[in-house]
Every structure is written in structure tokens, then in C-alpha cells.
């Protein structure tokens, strides 16, 4: 009677390990989901504007992080950019604060 009580609880024993790890599933499948459609659109996007930045050249029409469009004038000191915004009017800006290439 005691070695089929014994069996018993390990028999129950076992299947609640199983169903614990049963319960991580949706957790996991969670995170992947967050992680497509949150976490590497972000990141994909990060790197194509950080590509922009690397390819701007002289004469490329930009919108800065403050909202001033103008156009690129010169470089100076490797993350520092001169924009034109308007006659004999110059600015310098970080690269960083380039947020996109207008057309």
C-alpha cells in the first residue's frame, strides 16, 4: 500500500514539471513577438538612418532634429555638419541631429 502511494506522488510529481514548462511557452512566444514587431523594425530603422548620415555630401537637402530644412554646405571635425538654412546664413549641427534627406 505505501509503494503504490509512492508511485503515486511520483507519477504526479512528474507531469507538474512538465506542465511548468508548459507555462513558459506563452512567455517565450511573447517576447518573440515583441521582439519582430517592436524591437528589430526600431533597429532597421535606426540603421538606414545612420547610413544616410554616413552618405550626406555637399549639396543634399536635410531636415534637422529642431525642424530647420536646409542644405548641406560643408563638414568640419568629423560629426559636424554646416547647414545652409537660408543667404549667407549657416548653422552647424551634429550629424546625429540630421533626421532625414529630403528629396
Known amino acids: 500500500m505505501i509503494e503504490y502511494a509512492f508511485a503515486q506522488g511520483q507519477a504526479a510529481g512528474s507531469s507538474g514539471t512538465g506542465s511548468s514548462l508548459i507555462s513558459f511557452i506563452p512567455i517565450v512566444l511573447m517576447i518573440v513577438?515583441?521582439?519582430?514587431l517592436l524591437i528589430r523594425p526600431q533597429q532597421k530603422k535606426e540603421k538606414d538612418r545612420k547610413?544616410?548620415?554616413s552618405a550626406l555630401k555637399k549639396g543634399d537637402r536635410?531636415?534637422?532634429a529642431?525642424?530647420?530644412?536646409g542644405v548641406v554646405d560643408s563638414f568640419k571635425e568629423g560629426d559636424i555638419v554646416?547647414?545652409?538654412i537660408a543667404n549667407n546664413t549657416?548653422?552647424?549641427?551634429s550629424k546625429n541631429a540630421?533626421?532625414?534627406?529630403?528629396s
Open 98 to 102: 540630421v533626421q532625414l534627406k529630403v
Open 90 to 93: 549657416k548653422v552647424e549641427v
Open 66 to 69: 529642431g525642424g530647420i530644412y
Open 62 to 64: 536635410v531636415l534637422t
Open 82 to 84: 554646416i547647414v545652409k
Open 33 to 36: 513577438i515583441f521582439y519582430f
Open 51 to 53: 547610413s544616410m548620415i
